[in-house]
């Protein structure tokens, strides 16, 4: 099975699934910097292009398992769907944005339950739905942080 440039971009996270060090936060990196795009962050676009993401991205990673081997690190489309329901509703402020990423990098890494559990689907669905798993409880972990610091601070 054979890779093409376009499937090899978006699969690789632009390319950061070949950085040798970290390349899962390097892809989620590079998620957080497309969502820095002006306009971007409109719930409504975002929603679009995860959809889209997922979509294109379980056989694209369906392809990276078929010659990396199971959930390969070449592979980060997945970490870039992660992060962007993370910033899903955040509010655009650099503080909001830095706990955000933090939060979906520790749940990504220690994956609780039944986050785990979703890695042993088949093919490219299990590298994608464990992030996915994350990135709603990185989104629901964020937005409960910003409403109880609301509360306390009116």
């Not at 676009?45 to 294109?56: E, G």
């Amino acid at each position: 099975m054979k890779i093409n440039f376009i499937e090899n971009l978006l699969g690789s996270g632009f390319y950061t699934g070949y950085i040798k060090t970290a390349s899962g936060t390097w892809g989620s990196f590079a998620g957080l910097i497309i969502y820095l795009i002006p306009g971007f962050e409109n719930p409504s676009l975002m929603i679009l292009v995860i959809s889209l993401f997922i979509l294109i991205g379980v056989p694209i990673a369906t392809k990276f398992e078929s010659i990396y081997g199971k959930d390969p690190k070449e592979c980060t489309i997945d970490e870039i769907v992660g992060m962007w329901i993370t910033l899903l509703f955040l509010p655009k402020k650099v503080w909001w944005i830095i706990l955000a990423f933090l939060i979906w990098r520790v749940l990504d890494i220690i994956k609780p339950y039944p986050v785990r559990n979703l890695e042993k689907v088949k093919r490219g669905w299990g590298i994608m739905l464990d992030d996915i798993m994350a990135g709603i409880y990185s989104f629901i972990s964020i937005q409960l942080i910003i409403y109880i610091f609301n509360l306390i601070t009116k």
